[in-house]
């Protein structure tokens, strides 16, 4: 007897329809596109977007590389919002880093494609998934841009929008869609989100005691995938979203064809709620 | 040198055109209906909802008391979607639970009134606030319900739909708003989100070794804040969200007037990104 409506998971995610696993369903995610932040707690794998913020990630790679943010800390986290890491503000670690050009949408050429997940986003006049992440897409002004779904990364900056140099956050709440096409997201979360979520909150609600800094979540060490010692290194595959057979996945998700749905739902699809599965190998 | 999207929290939730703190802008939350649960990680405090889910809250409450849930596991925690916890699944304990009624939406009365957040919500006509709960509202029905935002504890059940019994959950990422009008939801989260978020993940990714249930989260003890001894008690405030001043708080976050958002966004707002301020005393 299961009384859960877990169940449902399966349920969404189950596509007897589709034909079987093929590797066309899947994608290998290039050791030299994933970072790997190692947290007390465990380790956390984001697969850098090139795509779309080309001059971060290749700053954040070399960052990364310089070992620039081994024993950082992640010094503001807000529960439901961001967790945030950095070297200390107006350090001369911190003043070192030049700022760079924000990178918040990219201009599609004429030919460029998607997998439409969702027409009229309250944010957005469509939403859907590109090379595995969530874009937003202006047919009308030819742009896209990354979404801020839980579990991205990118830049933190000041007011001005080319302010940002090197401290970054992964959104833990709900999209936090209002910060869209102003800030730069350079990368996701593919594995080891709940670690992202155990990161030690630094904000308390009014009225509790404020957060010892000694309590901040240290980062031990970060790494790209490629550069570990080849005994660390494993294989990550991500649901490919850039087929006919992803697209029919997302038509069946938004029919909720299933007894559970005992009412029927409007037929919409949150992108941000529409995750991608991963796989170790 | 603040190098933060997070100066950007204080700017949203400062509203200095207010007025000074009043006691109109805090409601306190009664000790009857305040439950604690336990975690090896922390304490998490959750408002019950009785206006919404009358018989729900009831059922809860007496499970609560009798101790029916204390050191029972979170045994179905996915992330970024639920944490759901209860008795072994066709154990005597599970059986012996009646099942109830659904509570998934009420009938609203003439003069009912809530606080709009926005209109053309793309799962509801209207979202708003309305005691501190985050709700959707059909005019045309006369219908009012809560939404399955992030830190909401509903009902599990089975396919149909009244076959809730004690199986809980608690929504720990991406709104799962397509459980809207479906599920019941009779409380949320009011404090120690932080402890739901960090309890143990039962679900892997595939190529992942399973994990252990000698690993899951257990759960101390639930009781209600009223039967605590008292000086385990303490007071829990939370914004007043249905007055005129709540009301302009939400209009002044749409509005997004800040040199931070150097790109005008749509002036749009998530209700379920619409997070309401918590203080203990």
Redesign the interface.
Known sequence: ??????TL?TLLTLTPCIAAESSDNWRKVSSENIVVIALPQGNVFLELAPTFAPKHVARFKQLVRDGFYDNEHFY?V?????A?A?PK??SAK??KVPPLLIEEEIITPENWSFTLV?N????APQTGFKQGFSVGYSAKENKAWLLH???VIAM??????N???S?F?IT????????????TIFGRVI?G??HV??IK?TAV????PEVDSAQYTQIKSVNIMADLPKEEQFTILVENTDNALYAKKITQKRL?D??????K??P?L?I??S?I?????
Chains 1, 2 share one sequence.
């Open positions: 007897m299961l009384k859960t409506i877990l998971i503001r807000i529960d439901g919002f961001v945030q950095g503000d107006g911190d003043k969702q009229k986003d309250m944010f779904c839980p579990g933190a900056r000041e007011s001005a929008p302010t940002g140099t401290h956050y833990i709440g709900q999209a936090t869609r209002y910060l869209d096409r102003i800030m594995l989100m709940e979520q155990a909150r609600s009014e009225g509790q909720r299933n007894p559970f749905f005992y009412k739902q409007p919409i949150d941000c709620q995750t599965k991963t796989k170790v190998m």
